[in-house]
């Protein structure tokens, strides 16, 4: 069996990134931690956060997405990240019976792969997948591994669910990441739980 999973927010605990950058990119947020985090389980964009709560103009809001693209992926705000609780004797354990795969729209692979390496993931996995912002998850995986009906998507996202479901496979959400359970649930994935190591499909 065939076992792809998503990156930040489905294995890795990204979320101290993310509300760090934020903080340093709009100087005059106050936002909290657990606030930042309860707009964007709601879906609120950063878009929709700087221009009703901050009065950001378009251009303003452009200008921040694009210093948020150039920074976050950088080893500095890289380190802030954690691997989701349990979840690296979890792959240990599923390795044994499956084959692993990661698939992930960071845009380096170089750092990408400096991260997985440095938690002692890359043997896991059979294949690390990076979209570098230019493929689709399930177009990289069509052309690599041999689809089967019984394999699993697992992702934070509804893209990630969606995914899934165009491979065929089976799919389950983690509310770990940047989704809530109301929000996954409108994309109809097979199973929901709190983490991947709440999973039990191997």
Known sequence: MNIF???????VDSRLRMYSLFQS??????????AYWRLKKENYKHRDI??????YSEQESMAFEGE???SIELPSWLALDRP??????????ASEKSNLYIVTARQSEKNALSQISSFGWLELFDKIMVTNLVKQKHEMI????????T???????????????????????VLSGFMSKEGLLTYKPDLIVNSVVDLKIT
Do not use: C, H, N, P
């Open 25 to 34: 990119l709009v100087s005059e947020s106050k936002m909290s931690f657990d």
């Open 84 to 93: 989701v609780e349990g979840v690296t004797e979890y792959l240990k354990r």
């Open 68 to 70: 948020w693209l150039k």
């Open 142 to 149: 069509k052309y690599v591994v041999k689809i089967e009906k």
């Open 5 to 11: 999973f998503d990156l930040d927010g489905t294995l």
């Open 50 to 55: 700087l221009q009703k709560m901050f009065s």
């Open 151 to 173: 394999d699993w998507f697992i992702g934070d996202t509804g893209a990630d669910i969606e995914s899934g479901k165009k491979l065929g496979v089976k799919t389950a959400g």
